[in-house]
């Protein structure tokens, strides 16, 4: 090869080098002018549930992390949930007053409470349902004594001693309206004490209260020992009402209704999921596991007809939580009467059939 073409071989290959090298060049000159669009992180919900795990609040299972592994389809995408947990739903409302949480479990007695004495900056609003009491053939918490008491009615609670979860709270409240029905006092004719519910099935046995309310699973516990009877539950003292409810701060709802539609229709997805025949067995494993209570124990009744109902749209109505509420203001534990319409929205749920 002479080398003329070897000068010229090496001209040419200098050019493309020179070429490539400018294209390059021209290639990182030109990213800002067409910047790479970053994907915005989802919106984060922060729940505060109201201190029961597993089946007392459903919700504690469902964004619990094998269920955002597994069954939230939308958890990471459209929303993310960040949990903590208060001591009752006072406890929550209290979180959502100080704005340090964005939805959380509450019960009837928390909700009015709020509203009434207008806690929460914007208000709040019950978005979907939980569980319910007071639903004939399906579970409710009993007030009960032992087997040989001579209580056999509501009547019959007059100079007695009973025991309950939380003074106000929403099994208080169910006592009061059932005492007041059967021409009671419940400041004068009833002493009320108040304990935790693991407690009181001990104490009747004990005979330190003559009457105690049991909720799950300490109600299963108890009635396996045998020895005592139900003398009422809520069934039949007030319409079916909504124990527990997932609520949101309102400004919260209007700043972020994706989110929180993204949140419940993961919700409804995974509690239809749960109630599979076919995931029962995982699903107790799973929950008896949150719960830190025997697989075997909660196979029992978790589920089944021995179980709270649930809705399988967790449809909430304001004309299930009035009745309740009124009985609250008549019974004076409220400081004004509230129309509940208001603060209610079930629009946020996925539409079912």
Do not use: C
């Not at 505060?48 to 964004?63: K, N, R």
């Not at 239809?272 to 107790?284: E, F, G, L």
């Amino acid at each position: 090869m002479s080398s003329h073409s070897s000068s010229r071989d090496s001209s040419v290959n200098g050019r493309r080098n020179f070429i490539k090298q400018g294209a390059a060049v021209a290639a990182a000159l030109s990213l800002p002018a067409f910047p790479m669009i970053a994907r915005a992180a989802p919106p984060v919900i922060r729940y505060a549930s109201a201190g029961v795990v597993g089946p007392g609040e459903l919700e504690t299972v469902i964004f619990s992390d094998w269920f955002k592994a597994n069954v939230l389809k939308r958890h990471g995408k459209e929303y993310v949930i960040e949990t903590t947990t208060a001591r009752g739903t006072p406890g929550v409302a209290t979180l959502l007053a100080a704005e340090q949480a964005d939805l959380g479990t509450l019960a009837f007695t928390s909700l009015a409470t709020t509203i009434a004495q207008d806690a929460v900056p914007g208000g709040v609003t019950a978005i979907a349902e939980i569980h319910r009491d007071a639903v004939q053939g399906y579970a409710s918490n009993p007030f009960v004594v032992l087997a040989d008491s001579p209580v056999r009615t509501i009547a019959d609670l007059k100079g007695k001693t009973v025991a309950v979860n939380a003074f106000n709270g929403s099994v208080d409240i169910i006592l009061r309206i059932a005492l007041q029905a059967h021409g009671l006092d419940p400041r004068k004719d009833v002493r009320v004490v108040e304990m935790p519910f693991g407690n009181i099935g001990p104490a009747l046995r004990q005979k330190r209260i003559d009457v105690g309310v049991l909720a799950m699973p300490f109600q299963v516990d108890e009635a396996k020992k045998g020895g005592i009877r139900t003398v009422f539950d809520a069934v039949g003292v007030v319409p079916p009402y909504p124990v527990l409810f997932q609520s949101a701060r309102t400004r919260f709802l209007k700043s972020q209704p994706a989110a929180v539609r993204a949140w419940l229709a993961d919700y409804v997805d995974a509690q239809r999921w749960i109630y599979d025949p076919a995931n029962r067995k995982q699903v107790v494993a799973l929950t008896a596991d949150l719960a830190k209570t025997p697989a075997a124990s909660l196979d029992e009744y978790f589920l089944t007809a021995k179980d709270f109902y649930r809705d399988p749209n967790a449809t909430i109505s304001a004309a299930s939580l009035q009745p309740p509420i009124d009985a609250m203001a008549k019974l004076g534990l409220l400081p004004k009467p509230v129309t509940i319409a208001p603060y209610v929205d079930a629009s946020y749920l996925p539409h079912r059939v």
